[in-house]
């Protein structure tokens, strides 16, 4: 199980979770990904020439798509770059590999105050009682979202 808590900058904290890697990706890219915005893509600059139904040797090509084309120019053809809007700068498609559960990660808490994500039931609950972001009254309903989620999932039992 992964679980997230993320805290808005005004307003309650909440917590969700995902069954697994999988799971929280294609959450994460449905509530993230729209028009121009990408949360993780890992391309060579022909597949995404393909993408838009070109190739390097069609005519108007690289006045269609100049980017590509400077990116082909940069790293090859068939080199694979990565993209990830909410992690790098938007647009940017660079060659050091990105993860895309980092990615993921970064997009969950783009415009949040703070977010956690846990990649399984012994990190969360470790957090639970260990993570200062859930001392004190500024924490307090971060800890009991995440506390609800454990024990929904049954990783913790309700012990008040």
Not at 121 to 126: L, Q
């Given at each position: 199980m992964i679980y997230i808590v993320e805290i808005p900058h005004e307003g309650r904290a909440s917590a969700w979770f995902a069954f697994d890697r999988d799971d929280f990706v294609?959450?994460?890219r449905a509530a993230k990904e729209s028009g121009d915005t990408t949360?993780?893509?890992a391309l060579s600059p022909r597949q995404r020439l393909e993408a838009a139904s070109l190739a390097p040797e069609s005519p108007g090509a690289r006045a269609a798509q100049p980017a590509v084309f400077d990116d082909a120019d940069r790293h090859g053809w068939d080199t694979v770059l990565y993209r990830?809007?909410?992690?790098?700068?938007?647009?940017l498609w660079q060659a050091e590999p990105v993860s895309e559960?980092?990615?993921?990660?970064?997009?969950?808490?783009?415009?949040?105050?703070?977010?956690?994500?846990?990649?399984s039931?012994?990190?969360?609950?470790?957090a639970l009682y260990g993570d200062p972001l859930y001392d004190g009254r500024e924490g307090f309903y971060a800890h009991m979202a995440l506390?609800?989620?454990?024990i929904a999932m049954e990783a913790i039992s309700d012990d008040l």
């Open positions: 294609r959450k994460v949360v993780f893509a990830a809007d909410f992690l790098l700068s938007p647009g559960l980092e990615a993921c990660a970064a997009a969950v808490a783009h415009e949040r105050k703070a977010c956690r994500v846990y990649l039931d012994n990190a969360a609950v470790a506390r609800e989620q454990l």
